[in-house]
């Protein structure tokens, strides 16, 4: 089905004029593997997030994974429906043969740019955040993939901030052994697991240790390792133990901190097996301000 669904976009009268359909309002974010914009569907007069793929960086990221017959990024997110994802409406290709998204328009910041300035919003959420992220995590999980980019830039706060949103399934891939095979090394070099880096087999945990970071980064505004610029060697010290997150914030729930230390543990034999598990740990914590 999937094959012929491509196919099927590859013809010209089913390729997307994006001028035709949408009056583009404005740019929303810029990255290095695509535009996204906020728009205006003429059809229905809906407010949309148009993401526009560039069609050569996503073939070289896809060659990675050559004769695997890999779901596209379109293919994936509109398999993934749940209140902490992003809605996918559609997907297909653009006149000029670049992969395209419609989904809902997320209106609010993205929890990295909160983390960087310390946004206040944090008070008295950061366990509901946490909570949300895993559940969104879960689901990605349970419909069968790993997500592989789990990080603070990929996680929206919605609904004046009220509620978080998983969003971007470029790198995400089917839970299958031919996908977590040892060499594909992609995702945030501050958030990847050491196995990831070390380009051994990976499985679902990749996303746990992803998660478990990103938490630890949502209660203390730190890392647990030294931050990288970037080039992928902050990640290689993942090996070392992590600092305990009570020396950046003593105030945390106990159980909190074992939940998201046993997250990032980076023996991944040692480490928490599921995204169920840590939510088990976790859910029944009660909401304080000190969390």
Not at 211 to 231: M, S
Not at 243 to 261: E, M, S
Request: proline content about 7%.
């Amino acid at each position: 089905m999937q094959l012929f669904d491509r196919l099927k976009s590859l013809l010209p009268s089913n390729r997307l004029n994006v001028s035709k359909r949408f009056v583009l309002l404005h740019e929303a974010v810029s990255g290095t593997m695509s535009n996204f914009y906020q728009a205006r569907d003429r059809q229905t007069n809906q407010v949309v997030g148009l993401k526009i793929l560039d069609a050569k960086k996503t073939a070289a990221v896809e060659a990675r994974l050559r004769g695997l017959n890999k779901p596209s990024e379109g293919d994936i997110a509109m398999q993934l429906r749940h209140p902490r994802i992003v809605e996918t409406l559609e997907y297909g290709v653009t006149t000029n043969g670049s992969p395209y998204l419609v989904m809902e328009f997320l209106e609010g910041p993205n929890l990295n740019t909160v983390l960087m300035v310390r946004d206040a919003c944090l008070d008295g959420r950061r366990g509901r955040y946490i909570l949300e992220a895993a559940e969104a995590v879960a689901a990605v999980h349970e419909a069968g993939f790993l997500h592989r980019d789990i990080c603070p830039r990929n996680l929206m706060l919605t609904n004046q901030r009220e509620d978080l949103k998983l969003i971007d399934f470029g790198l995400t891939v089917p839970a299958k052994p031919e996908f977590m095979q040892p060499g594909n090394r992609t995702g945030t070099p501050n958030y990847m697991a050491p196995e990831l880096v070390r380009r051994r087999a990976t499985d679902q945990r990749v996303d746990v240790f992803s998660l478990g970071v990103t938490a630890y980064e949502i209660c203390t505004f730190e890392l647990p390792w030294p931050r990288g610029r970037g080039d992928g060697m902050a990640a290689m010290s993942h090996d070392r133990p992590p600092v305990d997150i009570a020396t950046y914030r003593p105030q945390i729930h106990p159980a909190l901190a074992k939940a998201i230390h046993a997250c990032i543990e980076p023996d991944v034999n040692k480490r928490c097996p599921t995204i169920d598990a840590f939510l088990r740990m976790v859910r029944n914590i009660p909401e304080s301000g000190d969390r």
